[in-house]
């Protein structure tokens, strides 16, 4: 599976922005999909997932992001609010059709990656 992710841009504290992650050559609907971010000299940090196992968040964006899909489209989308400078990163959406519960959150779990789509949030 081919993975695009784009949405990405410049926002100011407190704005939203939604990214999306669409496939290609898969029917996305059977993998679990996760977005991670990574910033300068900081390792890939998982932020969410959907699948099999339900939704997962990382502790630093629940209540602020969701992820949902939307299979006609072939799409995950990562709807962020509220956002900080700290959520300043470069995003990566990932797919993976058999991971289980527990790997959710570890990008070493997860075999197809699209390219990265800068946030910047400025203060």
């Known amino acids: 599976v081919q993975l695009q992710a784009s949405g990405g841009g410049l926002v100011q504290a407190g704005g939203s922005l939604t990214l999306s992650c669409a496939a290609s050559g898969r029917t996305l609907s059977s993998y679990t999909v996760g977005w991670f971010r990574q910033s300068p000299g900081k390792e890939r940090e998982f932020v969410a997932s959907?699948?099999?196992?339900?939704?997962l968040y990382a502790a630093s964006v629940k209540g602020r992001f969701t992820i949902s899909r939307d299979n006609a489209k072939n799409t995950v989308y990562l709807l962020m609010s509220s956002l900080k400078p700290a959520d300043t990163a470069v995003y990566y959406c990932?797919?993976?059709?058999?991971?289980?519960?527990?790997?959710?959150?570890?990008?070493?779990?997860?075999?197809?990656w699209g390219q990265g789509t800068q946030v910047t949030v400025s203060s």
């Open positions: 990932a797919a993976d059709r058999q991971l289980i519960a527990s790997s959710r959150s570890l990008a070493s779990a997860y075999d197809y």
């Open positions: 959907i699948g099999r196992h339900g939704n």
